[in-house]
């Protein structure tokens, strides 16, 4: 049974998630332009190329924890330092004007369309980063593998949710608009919950 804390954790991770950002705004406009059936596609490959990521940063991870803790705690200074940055990134974005969506929007065939979703995340390493900042924020030092790759399952689950919830939600011109009304205050929002999130780990002890 999933307690509170883990269900308020997988919510803040399906909000994070669904903070406008490449990803996301990509999906809503390949939704918008190119049709449903094109949106759910590029999110699949979006997905494939967060659960690489989400996957290499949970078995590095496993290996640290069970390894050296000085080497664990070094990784969760990093992870806060990411966070810190996120929260910075988030604050600039409700600031500046907004792209419209249609130059975000992907074309192709499925293969092309999916490999583009998938390029997103694989070339972009921060994104281990942010996976790797999650294990490190929820998960004490000398946690089994077992317990980090079940992580990782519980908050893809939520991301499969977002992001092909996104491809059906961004296929009505009508959803959009109030989205992108909603930007500003979304980003304020998520700037505050990665600083938080980042000074809690930079003030939390590592467990013995």
């Known amino acids: 049974m999933i307690g509170p804390e883990w269900a308020a954790l997988w919510v803040a991770w399906v909000l994070a998630g669904g903070s406008p950002g490449p990803a996301t705004l990509s999906i809503a ?14 999110a699949l490959g979006i997905l494939f190329g967060s659960a690489c ?23 969760r200074y990093c992870g806060a330092g990411y966070l810190l940055f996120l929260a910075a990134k988030s604050l600039r974005s409700a600031l500046k004007p907004d792209a419209p969506l249609a130059q975000r929007a992907y074309g192709g065939s499925a293969r092309q369309i999916f490999s583009k979703g998938a390029l997103i995340h694989l070339t972009n390493p921060k994104a281990i980063l942010s996976w790797a900042s999650i294990y490190s924020l929820v998960l004490p030092a000398g946690s ?41 205050g979304f980003e304020l929002v998520f700037a ?15 467990e013995g």
């Open 144 to 184: 089994s593998p077992a317990e980090v790759f079940g992580l990782f399952a519980f908050l893809y689950s939520g991301s499969i949710v977002i992001f092909i919830g996104y491809a059906f939600l961004f296929s009505t011109p009508g959803v959009v608009a109030g989205y992108m009304r909603m930007k500003r």
């Open 53 to 75: 990521w989400g996957l290499a940063a949970a078995a590095g991870l496993s290996a640290v924890m069970l390894a050296n803790a000085w080497i664990f705690e070094i990784l």
């Open 192 to 206: 505050g919950f990665f600083g938080f999130a980042s000074l809690k780990i930079f003030t939390a002890k590592l």
């Open 29 to 42: 406009g390949t939704s918008m332009n190119t049709g449903r059936r094109a949106g759910v596609i590029f």
